[in-house]
């Protein structure tokens, strides 16, 4: 390395006057510091030295790995303005520098119930070269599953024990038993059916995940139902996997698909558990292209239930076809009297537990002769008014709510008023039949949210203190008391201020495949405070700038010249650059043809998170070497393509005092005394030899390539005496000279001139042992 280097000097500088280097210890960089694209760098703390005696010899040095809280930076810009407070915290775990924009669209107050998403957008700024990050904070808490306490008056959340990090709380099915016990299906993603999130429990102290190895990311829950009478048993509907039991509380699960009838054919490709519901002592369930079945005996034997509609009211004679059931439910005053609610034919009803069936089309579902089609209507959902079995509410897509008097005869619409202008949105919805008192019963649209009725439907109103959040479809008696309610919803998030978010949690599909199981390391924390959307495009609303060191450095020196090493190997962590495949300390190492910028790479193992190794191949018996490892940097490199890097290298000190290192600490430089048997192609015919023999320009001793010679394995008190082979005596080494069995000589004669190249002999006379005589020829 040259120290000189004018480049070198005026960032070390720079760096000293950013990091206030005096007297500073190995300690995570100062937030100025890392701002002014200046990281602290810091040595692993020891080095291990293992001599490799087995083929490939060698020596095998080792370290711990650094911790990243120490050997990494994180601060945030831009922060000006901000009306709340940001937290981060961790260490950062990527391999390259990273600039992250925060920024958002949206408008509020962190942790607020409000109407409105609270969405801020994460992503990386500068090269995607090694890949991108993107992710999406939800820091509103408007969501999850709210319960509403009739005494009290009031609604209080039920998200206990759900990731704050989901992009969405998404809850797409929800069912309570009477003893308090909830079981929802869930999704995180920014649609109902994306990004399945599992079946989670909630025994009253929060939610649990269950069987995530059944429910996993690819299986989206559909449908539940629980036993009236035990909360343990329940059942599960998903998308394509079927119907799924269980009797001990999710500990174990009884698949069902072509079980539900082995005879049908064609079977369908997929089970879509499309309804489900436990009404009174009998399961109901409806799987697409399937058919609908019921269960007396708890989901242990299920039957087909002949439901079948006409195809088309507009043929004179329209064919029998199975219909697709949207939801079932039971006039809880009469037993046995079951209504499904069906996609374009409106509700059927059944009044002796679905053995047969009968339409409740009346003046509602009537063809058209002009108009084609103008009888389908879609039912959502409903109810019967238990004090009148002839009043019936009916919720039909994108046309709203309808009403009879008369048990299906004649359908009126009503709550006409609380309805949106634009009934297209109108596609998911939910009618109950409160336990709060005669007469009233609840719609819960989707995007207009919840509607109350004290006459059973004649007249409706806005329910003015519920959840501001107007997304959601499902709506349960809560068993916690008369007129009590839970109400499911979707869209919202669930953030506590204060609460902290890992990053890694939060990815969204703008991350890089091969990132997205990456710990980036980082967390963050958010105050409550009003939030505005992002004005600057560059900026964001802030941004979190991130360093780490390059990669690692490893120095060898000779025992006799200790603070003048010389790199052995340089591993990029980012482009490792190596004309080796595989590791150089493994015997099936291979070269990598037409490669010619190999900086040792392959010499390095880094598939250990807590120790690295290097193998040195190039150490000789007898001889003493000092060793340092450090960790090195170009600076920030956050924004620069890495062919259009010009920045210097920078290393963390290699010992204490290290002056070409602008950083302070001990370092880790270790002596090892390389002490085996000498391999026959070197040591010749006698344990004493000298290396490197020949001498040729640039091998040899790193440091002094085509210079020094070392005779080694030297008894005590030698005396070394080269000679030319006309016998003239060129230069004696006496025992001052002698470092331990080594002798050094620069083959330089007794004028301090470079000998000629040639053959030379040398002899050694040591005490007690008959001279040596050796050859030894240099090449210039």
Not at 516 to 528: C, E, I, Q
Not at 670 to 679: F, K, P, R, T
Not at 715 to 735: K, Q
């Amino acid at each position: 390395m040259k120290t000189g280097n004018s480049k070198v000097l005026s960032l070390c500088i720079l760096v000293a006057g950013v990091l206030g280097l005096t007297g500073m210890a190995s300690a995570q960089t100062p937030d100025a510091a890392c701002a002014a694209d200046s990281l602290y760098l810091i040595s692993p703390a020891s080095l291990h030295m293992e001599l490799q005696t087995a083929e490939p010899r060698g020596m095998m040095v080792s370290w711990p790995n650094l911790d990243i809280s120490q050997a990494t930076c994180y601060t945030l810009i831009d922060t000006a303005g901000l009306g709340f407070q940001v937290d981060v915290s961790g260490g950062f775990g990527d391999k390259v520098d990273r600039v992250f924009k925060f920024q958002t669209q949206n408008s509020g107050v962190i942790g607020a119930a409000q109407a409105e998403p609270l969405v801020v957008k994460w992503q990386h700024q500068g090269s995607s070269r090694n890949g991108g990050f993107e992710g999406l904070l939800n820091l509103a808490n408007n969501g999850g599953l709210w319960h509403f306490d009739a005494t009290a008056g009031t609604w209080q959340q039920v998200n206990e024990g759900l990731p704050m990090t989901w992009k969405q709380v998404n809850i797409v099915a929800l069912a309570e038993a009477q003893d308090g016990t909830l079981i929802a299906g869930m999704t995180k993603g920014q649609s109902l059916d994306t990004d399945p999130a599992g079946l989670y429990i909630n025994h009253g102290a929060g939610w649990e995940r269950l069987a995530p190895e059944i429910f996993d990311d690819s299986n989206l829950i559909t449908q539940v139902a629980v036993s009236p009478d035990d909360g343990d048993h329940f059942l599960v509907g998903t998308d394509r996997s079927g119907l799924f039991v269980t009797r001990d509380g999710g500990a174990s699960f009884t698949q069902l698909t072509t079980e539900l009838d082995p005879g049908y054919e064609p079977q369908p490709s997929r089970f879509d558990v499309h309804a489900l519901a436990w009404l009174g002592d009998t399961i109901y369930v409806f799987v697409q292209n399937l058919g609908v079945f019921a269960s007396a005996d708890g989901g242990s034997s299920f039957s087909r239930i002949d439901l079948m509609v006409p195809s088309d009211l507009d043929s004179p004679e329209p064919d029998l076809i199975m219909p697709v059931v949207n939801s079932f439910t039971m006039d809880t005053a009469r037993p046995g009297r079951i209504l499904a609610s069906l996609q374009f034919h409106g509700v059927y009803e059944s009044t002796d537990n679905g053995s047969t069936w009968h339409d409740l089309y009346g003046d509602l579902l009537v063809p058209d002769p002009d108009a084609t089609g103008a009888w389908v209507n879609s039912a959502l959902a409903a109810v019967v008014d238990p004090a009148d079995e002839d009043v019936i509410l009916m919720s039909i897509s994108q046309k709203g709510l309808f009403r009879t008097s008369d048990g299906g005869l004649t359908w009126a619409e009503v709550g006409g008023d609380v309805q949106p202008e634009n009934r297209a949105q109108l596609t998911r919805a939910g009618l109950l039949v409160s336990t709060g008192g005669s007469g009233r019963v609840y719609a819960v649209e989707d995007g207009v949210g919840l509607l109350r009725s004290d006459d059973f439907g004649l007249t409706w109103v806005q329910e003015a203190d519920a959840p501001a959040l107007k997304s959601g479809f499902l709506l349960l008696n809560s068993a916690a008391g008369p007129g009590d309610l839970l109400l499911g919803t979707y869209g919202g998030g669930i953030y506590v201020p204060g609460s902290i978010l890992p990053l890694a949690d939060t990815y969204s599909a703008g991350t890089s495949v091969e990132l997205r199981d990456l710990d980036l390391g980082l967390a963050v924390a958010f105050t409550a405070g009003p939030v505005v959307p992002s004005l600057d495009p560059d900026k964001g609303m802030f941004r979190l700038v991130c360093q780490t060191f390059q990669g690692w450095a490893v120095w060898r020196a000779p025992a006799h010249d200790r603070y003048h090493p010389v790199l052995l190997g340089l591993y990029d962590r980012v482009n490792p650059e190596s004309c080796l495949e595989g590791f150089c300390g493994d015997t099936d190492v291979r070269i990598r043809p037409q490669c010619f910028a190999a900086k040792r790479a392959a010499c390095f193992d880094v598939t250990s998170s807590d120790t690295i190794r290097f193998f040195d191949q190039e150490v000789y018996n007898g001889f003493a070497y000092y060793y340092s490892v450090t960790s090195f940097d170009y600076g920030n490199t956050a924004q620069i393509e890495p062919e259009n890097n010009s920045n210097p290298l920078m290393f963390s000190p290699r010992w204490a005092g290290d002056e070409e290192s602008p950083f302070t600490g001990q370092g880790n430089q270790s002596y090892v005394q390389v002490n085996m048997e000498a391999a026959p192609e070197i040591a010749g015919d006698g344990e004493i030899y000298v290396f490197p023999n020949p001498l040729r320009p640039g091998a040899g001793i790193p440091g002094e390539e085509g210079r020094t010679v070392v005779f080694t394995n030297l008894p005590r008190e030698s005396n070394v005496r080269i000679f030319t082979p006309a016998g003239d005596d060129v230069m004696e080494l006496g025992p001052e000279v002698q470092r331990g069995g080594q002798i050094y000589w620069n083959t330089e004669n007794r004028d301090h001139l470079s000998v000629a190249p040639g053959v030379y002999l040398y002899r050694v006379d040591a005490p007690g042992r008959s001279e040596f005589w050796g050859r030894l020829i240099i090449i210039r």
